[in-house]
């Protein structure tokens, strides 16, 4: 257990998907005055170097946000591929992470949700990550922010954790609004079983909660079936659902050469109404700017 450091996979393909994603679903959220809890069940270390010692082992991001902006936003020339609203907002979030104009630092979810936080209406991010060095890492990297009790880091389990925050306290109107991630490593088996109850519970306590779920699209039984099951608790609970799927394939390989993980998906519980317009133009564009071949594109459902 813990041998998943995200600072190797940071600004992955997958992070690309997750945070595109996130951003999206969370701006449609905020046009609605209300405060939001948000949630964050499995953290991660908050910000990361690409140019750090992890990320030169996996340079995963080089695959990712850097070919984004370089395809979208390249230096010099014309941009080899067009960008969309959802595209351009996660680019410039990005970006605004690294004010000299070279890509240095990767926002993860902690800080791309509370770069979006609204203090008039009092949003509150509550965060947890288990693992002992990167809980560390992220109260230290929250820690300078001076949010105060704005965001709340904590070392604990957040499929536990999340249970006794919802519902979500309500505000003097009565409104009660919360946003949920939910992004395991999955390097224990038992975490498909775990989200796919964990979103089972969460449903019954706060039904008209936001939740995304993140899960990779590999040859495994339990992967495969997490987003079928993640659909069957929405349907049951009578909410509407969202299913993205982003493949960016490989390149002909050798005898002797994986591809590493190629495809991801994130499933949404009561997504924003116009996330499925905004995806349905922006996938493409994500294939076309990192698909590496074999295998590469993406899926779209809803419940319309
Ligand atoms: N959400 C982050 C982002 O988008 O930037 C990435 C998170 S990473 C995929 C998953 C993290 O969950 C790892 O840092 C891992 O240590 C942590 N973790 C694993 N099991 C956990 C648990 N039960 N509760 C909280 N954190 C956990």
Redesign the pocket.
Known sequence: ??S???AF??GNHA?VL??LL?IATLRHLQLKEPAITLI???????L?RLDGDFADKGGEAVNGVVRLFAACRPATGAPAVQTTPLIDDYLDLVAGFNPSGSLRVY??????IERLMRAESRDRLKL????PT??KTLSANIAQLDAGRAVVVKR??????LKPLLPPPADAKGSRRAMV?I???Y??KS?YA?VSACIQDSLKRFATGTYLV?YPVIPRAEAHDLPRKLRGHAQRAGRPWLHATLAVGHPPLGPDERPGLTASGVFVINPPHTLHAGLAEALPLLVEALGRGRGQGHTLEHSG
Do not use: C, N, Q
Request: charged share 30%; aromatic share 16%; glycine share 14%.
């Open positions: 257990m813990f998943y450091r995200h996979h940071a992070d997750k945070h996130l964050d069940t499995h953290a991660g270390a908050g990361y926002p993860g979810s902690p800080f791309v947890f990550e288990l693992h990167d809980g604990e389990d957040g499929f536990e954790g991630l992004d395991p490593s390097e224990i975490d775990k993140w």
